[in-house]
Structure formats: structure tokens, C-alpha cells
């Protein structure tokens, strides 16, 4: 096995870059608990694993990419991110748990890991910029059910095999929901919603049974659902002001709209092409 083996390293002031080894396989840096600047482990074509099970605050970024047999990442003990996460095009992960992770200080990003099935975040209150997942064609599970704020906008896009979304405690986002071209999504948990200072989009999940979106009181953009052809209802019980436009088109399954407080529009109104809707 070609390895690294620092696992005595505690603590690094400044920065961590593993790039460009094409026959590493292993890298541990088991006992390591702080980084004063960014990691960046990147490019390893024959890397499997990666432990950093110490590891519980970094001050800048995070970037694990393309990794493509990379299998394993041991990130039980992070908690605290400074600035931004990404874990992209790395082929061969199947699972992404960080149970201790708290607080990420600028935007998380877990896009285009082809293997990738779960992501899980218990213990994750705060997104200081944006949440974007996207293109992970095996992904089928999002749970961050402790999520109260993201900073930006909520993006889930693209993941063809994604079931269920759970951000059940959400409170706001600062900016746009978007949930889109998830051809298998099922349920989306938005339950503690009330404020989005942008739009709603949420289209193309063309298995969407249901959404919670019961707290939802204001929307600072447009509400857009269209094409969630499995949609059997849209209720917000408790929206009372959409400042854009309010267009709900092309849910073939969809027999109930209901936002009974709802009072003022600040644009147009368009209920078209909902085949079932009387």
C-alpha cells in the first residue's frame, strides 16, 4: 500500500494540499484536530481513504476533489467550518456522514459524486452563505433535519435518484429554494420554513408526492412549481405575502392548491395545465 502516514500530526497553522499523487492510496492524519488555513486533497487518481477523525475545526476552506476511487472519508469529529465546504467528483463515495459538524462559514457544496448515496448531518445548525448539492446520480437520501438558517440560497438539483430531502427544522433561507430536476424525489421536509428572500422553484421532480411547506409565511421572490407530475397537493396554511409572481403550471396529479391567508401578490397570478386540479 503507498501511504501517508502522519498520524501523530495535531495541529497544522496554515495550510494542508495533497495533490496530484497518482499511486497514494491512504492517507491518515488521524490525530489531527486544527488547521489554521485551508485543506485541499485533490487529483489522487488511486487514493481510498482519507481519515481525519480529529480533525473538529478548520479556518478556511475544505476541498476534497476528484478522487475517483477515493471510498472512505473519517470526518466524525469536524465541527466548526471557517469558510466553505465542497466535496466534488470523487466516484467511488457512498457515503458522507459528519456527525459533529455544527456550523459551516461560508457556502456547502456536494456535487457530482457519482457513487454518493447519503448525506448526513445530524448536528448541522448554520449555513453561512449557500447549500448546493447537485448531480449526485446515485444520491438518495439529504437528512440536516438540526438546519435553522442558510445564508443563501438552498439549491437541490439534478441528483436523479434522490428520495427524500429532510431539512425539517429550517427556518429561513436568505435566499432562493430550489428544488429541481430530482426525478425520483418522493418527500421534501420544509416543515419550520417561514421566510425566503427570494424565489420558490421547485420543478422537473417528476415523482414529488408531497412537500411540507406549512410555516411558510413569506416569500420575498415568485412562487414557481411546475412539472411535479406526482404532486398531489400544495398547501401553505400560513403564507400570507409572495412579492413577485405566484405560477403553478403542468403538475398533472395535483387536486388541491390551498394558501388560505394568502393576501397580497406583488405580480401575476398563473394556474394553467394542471391536468387534475378542479
Do not use: C, W
Request: no cysteine.
Amino acid at each position: 500500500t503507498t501511504s501517508i502516514d502522519l498520524s501523530g500530526v495535531v495541529s497544522v497553522g496554515d495550510e494542508v494540499h495533497i495533490h496530484n499523487n497518482d499511486s497514494l492510496e491512504s492517507v491518515d492524519l488521524s490525530s489531527l484536530s486544527t488547521i489554521g488555513g485551508h485543506l485541499q486533497i485533490n487529483s489522487n487518481a488511486d487514493l481510498l481513504s482519507i481519515d481525519l477523525a480529529a480533525l473538529s475545526t478548520i479556518d478556511e476552506h475544505f476541498s476534497i476533489s476528484s478522487n475517483d476511487k477515493l471510498e472512505t472519508i473519517n470526518l466524525s469529529g469536524l465541527s466548526n467550518m471557517g469558510e466553505s465546504f465542497e466535496i466534488n467528483s470523487n466516484n467511488s463515495i457512498e457515503n458522507l456522514e459528519m456527525p459533529s459538524l455544527v456550523e459551516v462559514g461560508s457556502s456547502f457544496n456536494v456535487n457530482y459524486n457519482s457513487s454518493l448515496e447519503t448525506v448526513q448531518l445530524p448536528a448541522l445548525i448554520e449555513i453561512s452563505n449557500s447549500l448546493n448539492i447537485e448531480g449526485n446520480n446515485s444520491l438518495e437520501e439529504i437528512s440536516m433535519p438540526l438546519l435553522e438558517e442558510t445564508g443563501g440560497s438552498f439549491y437541490v438539483r439534478e441528483n436523479y435518484n434522490l428520495v427524500t430531502i429532510d431539512a425539517s427544522g429550517l427556518t429561513t433561507i436568505a435566499g432562493q429554494l430550489y428544488v429541481s430536476q430530482n426525478e425520483e424525489l418522493e418527500d421534501a421536509f420544509f416543515g419550520a420554513l417561514a421566510e425566503i428572500n427570494s424565489s420558490v422553484n421547485v420543478q422537473y421532480n417528476y415523482a414529488l408526492k408531497g412537500i411540507d411547506l406549512s410555516s411558510l409565511a413569506e416569500v420575498k421572490g415568485s412562487v414557481e412549481f411546475y412539472d411535479n407530475d406526482d404532486l398531489l397537493a400544495l398547501d401553505m396554511p400560513a403564507l400570507t405575502e409572495v412579492d413577485s409572481s405566484f405560477y403553478i403550471y403542468g403538475n398533472d396529479s395535483i387536486t388541491s392548491l390551498s394558501a388560505p391567508l394568502l393576501t397580497s401578490l406583488g405580480s401575476s397570478l398563473t394556474i394553467r395545465d394542471n391536468s387534475d386540479l378542479t
